[in-house]
Every structure is written in structure tokens, then in C-alpha cells.
T-cell receptor
């Protein structure tokens, strides 16, 4: 699985959009971009994933650049409950049943 | 919504005790996983199962065993707990597919004294 690089921490004001970047310059053609988050002392929570098109669900939007070497997770209206560590993971689509590898992630602090 | 539940959120055990951690998922997922998470070490896979009665070792199976008698339930057993097994234990499940997504339970924080 390709390596990812994320900033270690970010702040965001409550109610504003939080844009979390991820670099994955060695991504290969069959690898998906996944985002999970982990609130302190809880299990990781799946947010969204995509291959090459932008994706949106009830939690977030995922914007993947055309060359697929980077992506941005967007939380459109951040709340205090979005304070968590966010992990960007790149993983082969046919890697079903194998482990997830979490890097350092980005610690997002949403402030009032 | 996918629901993965774990039998305990917090557990305190003594060295040498046999410990059972249970995980149940309600989405009819074939795959189930047990990870442990430690500061600075990230997630490490202990065991996973891709079907009833099937199991595969992960990266750190020593000191652990697993049981999957029913599709929805995957148990992790610490045969003789040691202080090095103090950790956060996370269960996950997934449906085997292209672009498979793993869904996690809330975690069990185990302290071995």
C-alpha cells in the first residue's frame, strides 16, 4: 500500500469548513483513498473513500486531484464533536481481508 | 448502519488469567479482524477471519487465539494474560469486495496488572 503524508495537526473554527490534506504521490492505479477518524478512546470511524472521482456522503466530501497524488477531506460545517485524529489511507482495491495501516494522521481541533 | 459491538469497554485482569474479548457484528460480513492499538505503534493486526471456523494470523498472533463459531461473532482469547498485553483492542468487520471498507467497534481498553 502507498505511503501517505498528512500535517500532524490543524485547527478549525466551529461552523467553518475543515479541509484536511493528504499527499499520496506513489499511489498506483488500483489503490483507493480512504479516510477514517478516531475520537479519543474510541474505535476508528469510517468516513469516506474514493478511487478517482470526487465523493460526497452525509459526513464529508473527498476531493481527489486529477493525477491522484493528493486528496482533501472536507467537513463542510465542523462542530466540536469533529475534534479527532483523521487518518488518510491508501489501499489496493483488491486488498480485501487484509489489515489497515494507519499512519500518524492529522489531529483536528475544532474551536468555539 | 453497520454495528460492531464489543463485550466490554474497559477490563482489568491479573497476570496469568485467561481473558475473552467478544465482538459481534450485525451486517452479515464475512471478514472480521482483531487489532491492538498502542501509542506510537499504530494499529497492529492480531488475527482475522474470512469465514466461519476460518482464521489467519496477522502480524502479532503470539499469546492470542481466536474463535469464530458463528458468522456474526469473533472472539479473541488471551491464553495467559501478561502486562505486555495491556492495550486497546479493536474489532472490525467488512464485506469482501473491491474497495472493501472495514468498520470498527468501540474498542476494549484492557489493563493487565
Amino acid at each position: 500500500d502507498a505511503k501517505t503524508t498528512q500535517p500532524p495537526s490543524m485547527d478549525c473554527a466551529e461552523g467553518r469548513a475543515a479541509n484536511l490534506p493528504c499527499n499520496h504521490s506513489t499511489i498506483s492505479g488500483n489503490e483507493y483513498v480512504y479516510w477514517y477518524r478516531q475520537i479519543h478512546s474510541q474505535g476508528p470511524q469510517y468516513i469516506i473513500h474514493g478511487l478517482k472521482n470526487n465523493e460526497t456522503n452525509e459526513m464529508a466530501s473527498l476531493i481527489i486531484t486529477e493525477d491522484r497524488k493528493s486528496s482533501t477531506l472536507i467537513l463542510p460545517h465542523a462542530t466540536l464533536r469533529d475534534t479527532a485524529v483523521y487518518y488518510c489511507i491508501v489501499r489496493a482495491g483488491n486488498n480485501a481481508g487484509n489489515m489497515l495501516t494507519f499512519g500518524g494522521g492529522t489531529r483536528l481541533m475544532v474551536k468555539p | 448502519d453497520v454495528k460492531v459491538t464489543q463485550s466490554s469497554r474497559y477490563l482489568v485482569k491479573r497476570t496469568g488469567e485467561k481473558v475473552f474479548l467478544e465482538c459481534v457484528q450485525d451486517m452479515d460480513h464475512e471478514n472480521m479482524f482483531w487489532y491492538r492499538q498502542d501509542p506510537g505503534l499504530g494499529l497492529r493486526l492480531i488475527y482475522f477471519s474470512y469465514d466461519v471456523k476460518m482464521k489467519e494470523k496477522g502480524d502479532i498472533p503470539e499469546g492470542y487465539s481466536v474463535s469464530r463459531e458463528k458468522k456474526e461473532r469473533f472472539s479473541l482469547i488471551l491464553e495467559s494474560a501478561s502486562t505486555s498485553q495491556t492495550s486497546m483492542y479493536l474489532c472490525a468487520s467488512s464485506f469482501p469486495s473491491w474497495g472493501e471498507t472495514q468498520y470498527f467497534g468501540p474498542g476494549t481498553r484492557l489493563l493487565v496488572l
